[in-house]
């Protein structure tokens, strides 16, 4: 089973907003309402692969229950904690720039995550488990690691999306794959990247600091994989931007959609680059028709 982990879930308000203006009352043109957070992200795009997950996490109040009953009524099981406070709401502005307002979340209590540990101590090494996105500010930066520590003798995958410190500490229980981009590596050595052979350099480094795989995107430039078979670049397809929130997620679902199937680390690979580029070319996630779509304009090439 497939388990993603979304401490910090969100209902993401798009709002496209033409001749969008600071400082006075805007008018919404349209507006949509979609269940948020990564690892959330990451469930409904394995579920429109066809594949099977469970959602846990955090969700409270009105907002919680929202989530939970559209998540529900697209057929993802979900097994939230009930926490005191309300889920936040991700404001996603589409005017000529993409503007995003992410909540800070509901306080998270040591209660709460005893709950948490308990469920994913009773994982096994059939288990996939992505941890993904933002932690909050009650819980400590090392939350990930803390996780990874309840199940790594049950010898689980765990998938890591998250970014800086709370990311390094988790490379010593060697996550199967990590997925930041471009920014947050060069956020994590605190170096500006001009060249793809720098992006490898310190991609390679968080190889050697213990992650099994390293993917890094690039957005319309495409990803990196690193990986004991060498290194990879994935190119992207064509195609117009319609809502890029949520793109990083499903490459990181398309990939595990892919090699939870069939074991090839390359073609995975390019499974995820052609889902985080159909979710970027569709107002919500991706589905299955647009990724098969789009995969044969997917080039790998081994570098
Ligand atoms: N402009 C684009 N054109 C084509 N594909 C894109 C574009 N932007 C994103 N993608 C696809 O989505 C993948 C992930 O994108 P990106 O590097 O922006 O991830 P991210 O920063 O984690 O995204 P997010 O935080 O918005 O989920 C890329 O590797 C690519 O496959
Ligand atoms: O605040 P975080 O957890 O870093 O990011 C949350 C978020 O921006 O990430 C998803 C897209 O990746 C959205 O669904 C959600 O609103």
Redesign the pocket.
């Known amino acids: 089973m497939i388990y993603t982990v979304t401490l910090n879930p969100s209902i993401d308000y798009v709002v496209k907003v033409e001749d969008f203006r600071l400082g006075t009352v805007n008018r919404v043109n349209t507006d949509y309402k979609y269940p948020g957070g990564?690892g959330i992200?990451v469930s409904r795009v394995l579920k429109n692969m066809g594949i099977k997950s469970k959602a846990l996490g955090f969700i409270g109040g009105f907002t919680g229950a929202y989530i939970k009953k559209y998540l529900e009524a697209e057929g993802i099981e979900t097994d939230f904690i009930t926490v005191k406070g309300d889920t936040r709401i991700n404001i996603k502005l589409k005017a000529d720039e993409e503007t995003e307002i992410n909540g800070a979340g509901p306080d998270i209590t040591e209660e709460n995550i005893n709950v948490l540990f308990e469920k994913i101590s009773k994982l096994t090494s059939n288990d996939y488990l992505v941890l993904a996105g933002n932690i909050q500010k009650s819980l400590s930066r090392d939350i990930y690691s803390k996780i990874q520590e309840k199940c790594i003798s049950n010898d689980v995958k765990v998938v890591v999306?998250t970014t800086g410190e709370s990311l390094i500490v988790t490379l010593k229980y060697h996550p199967f794959l990590i997925?930041p981009?471009?920014?947050e590596l060069e956020e994590i050595f605190g170096v500006e990247m001009n060249t793809q052979e720098e992006i490898i350099l310190y991609a390679k480094k968080l190889r050697d600091m213990g992650a099994q795989n390293v993917i890094i995107?690039?957005?319309?430039e495409?990803?990196l994989l690193i990986c004991k078979n060498g290194v990879y670049h994935?190119s992207?397809?064509k195609?117009v931007?319609k809502n890029?929130?949520?793109?990083?997620?499903?490459?990181i679902a398309g990939f595990i959609a892919s090699y939870s199937q069939n074991l090839d680390i390359e073609k995975a690979f390019k499974m995820?680059?052609?889902s985080?580029?159909a979710?970027?070319?569709s107002l919500d996630l991706c589905k299955r028709e647009d990724v098969e779509k789009l995969l044969d304009q997917v080039k790998i090439n081994k570098i």
């Open positions: 990564k992200n999306d997925k981009n471009k920014e995107s690039m957005a319309g495409g990803a994935g992207v397809p195609g931007v890029s929130v949520g793109a990083g997620d499903s490459l995820g680059i052609a985080g580029s979710t970027a070319f």
